[in-house]
């Protein structure tokens, strides 16, 4: 089954950290640029960062400059967003996303004082 499953999501209190996880299956995992997107209730889905196959060219939303990292694992077929420094208005639903691959089911952050 292609697909992908986020996970590592979860409660955070301002300047905490989350380490965001993506596993992909039933594709060739090594061969796609991987994305993460953030989406607020009410709004649209919007780029947080991304990355390519061999992870030579990443590229990070301004708001993730400095505090977000994006990294992947080929071997694991996983891609991770290590975020830092949370802050309120980081709280949303996290996908990842490869072309021509259905969108999962996200995966929660709420961060709050």
């Known amino acids: 089954q292609v697909q992908l499953v986020e996970s590592g999501g979860g409660l955070a209190q301002p300047g905490e950290s989350l380490r965001l996880s993506c596993v992909g299956s039933?594709?060739?995992?090594?061969?796609?640029?991987l994305t993460w997107y953030r989406q607020i209730p009410g709004k649209e889905r919007e780029l947080v960062a991304g990355?390519?196959?061999?992870?030579?060219?990443?590229n990070y939303a301004d708001f993730a400059k400095g505090r977000f990292t994006i990294s992947r694992d080929n071997s694991k077929n996983t891609v991770y967003l290590e975020m830092n420094d949370l802050k309120p208005e980081d709280s949303a639903v996290y996908f990842c996303?490869?072309?021509?691959?259905?969108w999962g089911q996200g995966t929660q952050v709420t961060v709050y004082s």
């Open positions: 996303h490869a072309p021509r691959v259905p």
């Open positions: 039933g594709f060739s995992f090594s061969s796609y640029g």
């Open positions: 990355i390519s196959p061999r992870s030579s060219e990443i």
